[in-house]
């Protein structure tokens, strides 16, 4: 189940040539779709078009097709600090080690593309990778994360609001640039027992106090 953030009054992020999250999710949603189901995989998408879905609309769908993984597409905006690497970032669900395997494989075959991309000037947060991000009583933030039943990661690709990244999203070699490391992780999660990269040991403190650090209304409910 391929889950693209944000739609329709929602638009998410949205880049310095105007392209909103909410549209290059879905792009990339449905190349990597594309790619899955010619190589057999039965693939779903919580929405195929520029349409509102709520949270809860999105776990039901996933839980209810008992569906091996479940992968929410995002696009970040700063704040983060300029960096050499991109700031490719995978949140996985607390206590669930199939959850901490599909975010590493997510997180190692989307950075080790993306690293390779010359003229793009990346951010990046110190903590980037794959890791939890966990409120103050220790719980996972983010209920696309924390509440389904399926095993689940949501991937932040990199910072559609940062004017260099953002405009290299909005040309025509960056979907199927993406797209396939994204199946090829979805792939090995499904049919081996391979780790991508490891998960930061220590959880991130999501800190609504302290400014926007993800793409704006991942509702934490
Ligand atoms: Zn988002």
């Not at 998410?12 to 909103?20: D, K, N, S, V, Y």
């Not at 993984?69 to 949140?91: D, L, Q, R």
């Not at 395997?101 to 903590?127: C, M, N, P, Y």
Request: some cysteine; charged content about 20%; hydrophobic content about 40%.
């Amino acid at each position: 189940m391929l889950d693209p953030g944000h739609g329709g009054k929602d638009p998410g992020t949205r880049g310095p040539t105007g392209l909103t999250e909410s549209e290059i999710n879905l792009e990339v949603a449905v190349a990597v779709s594309q790619i899955l189901k010619q190589e057999g995989f039965s693939t779903f998408l919580t929405r195929s078009g520029d349409h509102y879905i709520s949270l809860n609309e999105r776990i039901a769908l996933g839980d209810a097709a008992n569906a091996a993984a479940f992968i929410s597409i995002h696009h970040n905006a700063p704040k983060a600090a300029a960096s050499k690497t991109p700031g490719t970032e995978v949140f996985a669900q607390s206590g669930d080690s199939e959850s901490a395997r599909l975010a590493g494989l997510l997180h190692q075959e989307v950075f080790d593309v993306l690293k390779t991309i010359d003229g793009v000037q990346w951010t990046s947060r110190w903590d980037a990778g794959a890791l939890r991000v966990v409120n103050s009583e220790g719980k996972d933030a983010y209920s696309l994360v924390r509440r389904p039943e399926t095993t689940n990661a949501l991937i932040e690709i990199a910072y559609l609001a940062s004017p260099s990244e953002g405009t290299f999203m909005a040309g025509d070699e960056y979907v199927p640039l993406v797209a396939s490391p994204l199946a090829k992780a979805i792939r090995t999660f499904l049919t081996t027992n391979q780790d991508g990269t490891p998960l930061l040991e220590r959880a991130r403190i999501h800190n609504p106090s302290g400014g926007r650090t993800i793409c704006p209304d991942i509702a934490l409910e």
